[in-house]
């Protein structure tokens, strides 16, 4: 089976799309002869010129603008924001604009653009460089929101993206950049608001985002050590929102645990936990639901604190275990 690195598999959505659609162009800071921050979009420019991999000002309130513009005009924009904390400068553009233009609009405008950006801790980038900012975007109406785990669901849902006509906000956890999966050669989709089971499981169910997908999954190999059957669940979109299959799992295994790397205080957990408690699944649930996620820190340079600041493998395993010797 051919395997690709995730971020490999980003840049084969997007040329894949661009090679059948010309209305599909690439605009951000360094993403041609550099190839972006992370490498992402390395020899595109050579590919496809400098029309449809276009270089911009360090602006991001201008490089959201000229997406959503140019979006209305029936371009399917994908804009790189070199690092996902830099859509604090263009919330105005994201939030006011893009969002709302198709309902003030009736319909009859839309915004097909979507947003790539990398996200999260792990490189030391300190704290205006490593945030998981995902539950701020979750919140505003008109957005859809993706955090892909693996090299194959990053392909297929970001093809997805850019065939959808609402806009996106795709995001990349730098760390998964250099993890490999089997990723076909050919075009696929996979629906956005469709969760994965990654690993079948019947005494607790795990549900995790983005790079804590790995982990909860590394959790569960070690939680089986000790008789202890974990189903992890990848929502893979947080909107919208796959809820019947964590729904199934929850009602199958009556124990619950969310774990993201985002800071725990409001952050996505809490919407799957209530989402939870309001269904069917809560007259199923055999002990309360645990909830875990980043420190209410910045995320800090020191590598032991940056460690430290977010969920880990061994805090996975502790939750897991106490929804299974603590009775609700």
Known sequence: MRELTY?????????????????????????????GAFGVTRGMI??????????????????????????LTGMRPILELQFSDFITIATDQIVNQAAKIRYMYGGKGKVPMVLRTPAGSGTGAAAQHSQSLEAWMAHIPGLKVVQPSTAYDVKGLLISAIEDDNPVIF???????????????????????????????????????????????EAAAKLEKESVSAEVVDPRTLVPLDLETIVESVMKTGRLVVVHEAVKRAGYGAEIASSIAESEAFDYLDAPIRRLGGKPVPIPYNPNLEKAAVP??????????????RKA
């Not at 084969?12 to 993403?31: C, F, H, N, P, T």
């Not at 076909?184 to 994965?196: Q, S």
């Open 312 to 325: 880990q493998v061994p805090d996975i395993i502790e939750a897991a275990k106490n929804t299974l010797y």
């Open 171 to 217: 995001y990349e956890h730098k760390l998964l950049y250099r993890t490999r999966s089997h990723v076909p050669e050919d075009m696929y989709t996979i629906p956005l608001g469709k969760a994965d089971v990654k690993r079948e499981g019947k005494d607790v169910t795990i549900v995790a985002t983005g790079i804590m997908v790995n982990k909860a999954l």
């Open 46 to 71: 050579e590919e496809f010129g400098p029309e449809r991999v276009r270089n911009t000002p360090i602006s991001e309130s201008a490089i959201a603008g000229a997406a959503v513009g140019s979006a």
């Open 7 to 35: 971020l490999e598999a980003v840049r084969e959505a997007m040329s894949q799309k661009m090679r059948v659609d010309e209305d599909v162009y690439i605009l951000g800071e360094d993403i041609g002869v550099y190839g």
